[in-house]
């Protein structure tokens, strides 16, 4: 085993949760930076590294340094101390403070920041505002080394240190010491198992109470992400017999104690015929029951709009938009104007748009007060091209409170409206359904309108599709494709995916779809990176970042999401200079995407924006969403992640110029039918498929959507 020592010059590559990372160091006796590939948790660029490890030939990146373990001294050297704070590691000393301060203080530089600080007040420009800033951003990474290395006893990533300080702040090892399961609950990243470990090594038993209720909670909140609302008692004590390694009669015993104090909630639910006890958490609980309730509520009162003479106002709205509404057209019209609550379902090309703007149109006669909205950004803002009203995201409508948390609308303080129409509607999951139903007020109209053939939402439930199939509420569904919409491939595509047929994959060079072959998944790679890159751009004139979008089945793989970022950034923004924080590189000008709400921020799970300024000397950076300029502090950046390629669930709602979508038999868990509709219709001008014809028509004929265990059918039948 050979030792070397060098200067973090760069980080390549950094996994946040394995701590593996390729990094490239300056060594005194080798001209060129040399490559090290190894686990490194928490290094930053500057520090001098000491290596243990064999050299290695790597078939494409060439002689690299492969360390088996490792230990960090702080820079010693003028150059690495440079380098160290001008890293944005310290908050208040970016490049430009750096260079003054090492020009002032040499290689004692980080002796004065450690004990006599305000001797920096003597550089040009640096104030004690600026000092203050600098003091505490020095001790609060003690702190997270200090936190980490607390923390790496139980083989807790740095990513996840650096959140759970920002979390808990100086009370952060007492807090887990307390409490560990906390973690898996308040900490986004950080799992069951991980807070077990950790739980284990403190001493907790096995069948401690407080494990057995954090594992019930957590199975439960888990199953929440892949969109169930609820679960039967017998599958929720099976699977923690399996996770927990505990004895049935056990773990029923625990789970009485957290039905009887309220924080689960048991009812029974119809299922395959038998009456099955089911098990919910309190919030999904009370917001199915609230959607039933303020549904009830809705259709129960009376429209304060006057009533129409529906055939005058057909001819009069047709005339003035100067249209011609098929049959189904008009009959979702007549009832858009006299329900007090409906929803309009239908595919692509089907007329939703038109019949939403003769809606409008309508309404603007009877009341100036309607209101549109939509899930995301993206949906309101095409929302509001495709109506030229305004549009807003429901989170905005409702208004968040900063002070008491939650939103400010609700049943006491509703919103102004005679009208509501909420676009994309397969997208609103079962919390925000309720926030948003308990805020219309009795004599409000509600009009849903969406494609239930899309995936559902990202958050738990299946609302859309549970108030169809419950027949509390009025549908349409539309089913006809217009004659102006017959001639997209992109539409007739869309339709054929959507009855199980294989697409028609003839390449007209006129046509909007195209589809080219490539069996392995590097050549798919290949030919995505060469289409985002320059082909499309050249020969139809697509921005590669702002018109062409990337959207993929999976996050792992060669052609899966987090490569195809990796890939993709390196050609479309090559520069070397970047930020490394939580696993990414983040650059200036990079894409990405906002993957958490901030409602402080006023950006929401999806956004997409582009990197503007990165500031290092205030550890911030601005990310510019279409008109909104948002500010992070480097330790909000795992609110961020880059999107050159994005899911396919997280693009939903959104549409882009043009869509690439990679699919292949390496995908074969998420080739599904609603998957490749979602993708396909997510392209307004342009669709390119890349890959694998058997992988088409897999999922063109998987029509077997995963379950979501929900119980918002059955309370709309009942309530």
Not at 69 to 86: D, H, N, Q
Not at 392 to 421: A, M, V, W
Not at 514 to 529: C, I, R, S, Y
Not at 563 to 584: A, I, M, T, W, Y
Request: charged share 25%; proline share 3%.
């Amino acid at each position: 085993m050979e030792e070397i020592v060098g200067l973090i010059e760069r980080i390549t590559f950094q996994n946040e949760e394995t701590g593996y990372a390729v990094i490239k160091i300056k060594i005194k006796s080798i001209k060129d930076l040399v490559t090290v590939i190894g686990t490194f948790p928490g290094i930053q660029i500057g520090e001098t590294i000491r290596l243990f490890g064999v050299w290695k030939q790597h078939l494409i990146h060439g002689k690299q340094f492969s360390a088996e373990r490792f230990s960090i001294e702080m820079p010693v050297e003028i150059e690495g101390i440079r380098k160290y704070l001008g890293s944005g590691l310290i908050k208040g000393i970016g490049p430009i403070y750096a260079e003054r301060i090492v020009q002032a203080f040499g290689d004692e530089t980080l002796v004065v920041i450690e004990k006599t600080p305000d001797k920096l007040l003597t550089i040009e420009g640096l104030g004690k505002k600026r000092l203050e800033a600098i003091k505490e951003s020095w001790q609060a990474q003690k702190s997270i080394r200090n936190l980490m290395i607390f923390l790496r006893t139980y083989d807790i990533s740095p990513g996840s240190a650096s959140r759970i300080f920002k979390l808990y702040g100086e009370q952060a090892v007492f807090k887990i010491k307390e409490n560990p399961y906390l973690l898996a609950k308040e900490v986004h990243g950080i799992g069951f198992k991980t807070a077990d470990t950790i739980a284990s090594k403190m001493g907790y038993p096995h069948d401690s109470p407080l494990r057995v209720e954090s594992g019930l909670q957590h199975i439960l909140f888990t199953l929440s992400e892949e969109g169930h609302t609820c679960l039967p008692e017998s599958e929720l004590l099976e699977k923690a017999k399996e996770e927990l390694a505990l004895e049935t009669d056990f773990l029923k015993r625990n789970l009485e104690n957290l039905l009887k104090e309220g924080t689960l909630i048991q009812n029974n639910l119809v299922y395959e015929g038998a009456l099955l006890p089911f098990i919910w958490t309190r919030p999904l609980f009370l917001s199915e029951m609230g959607i039933a309730k303020e549904l009830k509520r809705l259709t129960a009162s009376e429209s304060r709009l006057r009533k129409i003479d529906l055939k005058k106002a057909l001819e009069w709205v047709q005339n003035k938009l100067s249209i011609k509404l098929a049959e189904k057209q008009e009959l979702a019209v007549k009832e858009a104007v006299s329900k007090k609550a409906l929803i309009i379902t239908g595919g692509p090309g089907t007329g939703k748009s038109t019949i939403t703007n003769a809606v409008i149109s309508i309404s603007e006669v009877l009341t100036n007060k309607i209101v549109l909205a939509a899930p995301t950004g993206r949906a309101a803002k095409r929302m509001s091209e495709i109506t030229k009203k305004k549009a807003s995201t429901i989170h905005s409508l409702l208004e968040y409170d900063f002070t008491k948390g939650g939103f400010k609308k609700n049943r006491e303080n509703p919103i102004d409206c005679d009208l509501i129409i909420i676009d994309e509607a397969s997208m609103i999951d079962t919390l925000l359904m309720y926030q948003l139903l308990r805020a219309v007020p009795d004599h409000a109209r509600v009009i849903f309108v969406g494609d239930i053939h899309q995936l559902p939402s990202v958050g738990a439930g299946n609302v859309l599709k549970d108030l169809i199939a419950s027949r509390q509420i009025a549908v349409k569904e539309l089913k006809e494709i217009f004659r102006q919409a017959q001639g997209s491939k992109i539409i007739t595509n869309a339709h054929r995916i959507n009855l199980g047929q294989f697409p028609d994959l003839r390449n007209d060079p006129q046509s909007d779809f195209f589809f080219l072959e490539a069996k392995e998944p590097e050549l798919v790679l290949k030919e995505v990176l060469s289409l985002a890159a320059t082909r499309l751009s050249s020969k139809y004139g697509f921005d590669p970042k702002k018109d062409i979008q990337v959207i993929a089945p999976m996050r792992k793989g060669v052609i899966g999401i987090e490569n195809l970022n990796r890939e993709l950034q390196k050609e479309l923004n090559p520069k070397e200079e970047g930020l490394s924080r939580f696993g990414q590189i983040f650059k200036e000008n990079d894409k990405v995407m906002q993957i958490r709400n901030n409602y402080k921020k006023q950006v929401y799970n999806g956004d997409i924006g582009f990197i503007k300024f990165i500031n290092y000397g205030e550890q911030e950076l601005t990310v510019s969403f279409d008109s909104l300029d948002v500010c992070y502090e480097f330790s909000e950046m795992d609110e961020l992640v880059l999107a050159y390629a994005v899911s396919v669930h997280k693009y939903q709602g959104s549409e882009a110029p043009c869509i690439i979508f990679p699919i292949h038999t390496s995908h074969f868990k998420m080739l599904q039918r609603n998957l490749l509709y979602t993708a396909v219709t997510r392209g307004k001008k342009m669709v390119v498929l890349v890959g694998h014809k058997k992988a088409l028509a897999i999922a063109a004929k998987n029509d077997e959507v995963k379950r979501r265990y929900t119980g918002l059918k059955q309370a709309l039948m009942n309530i």
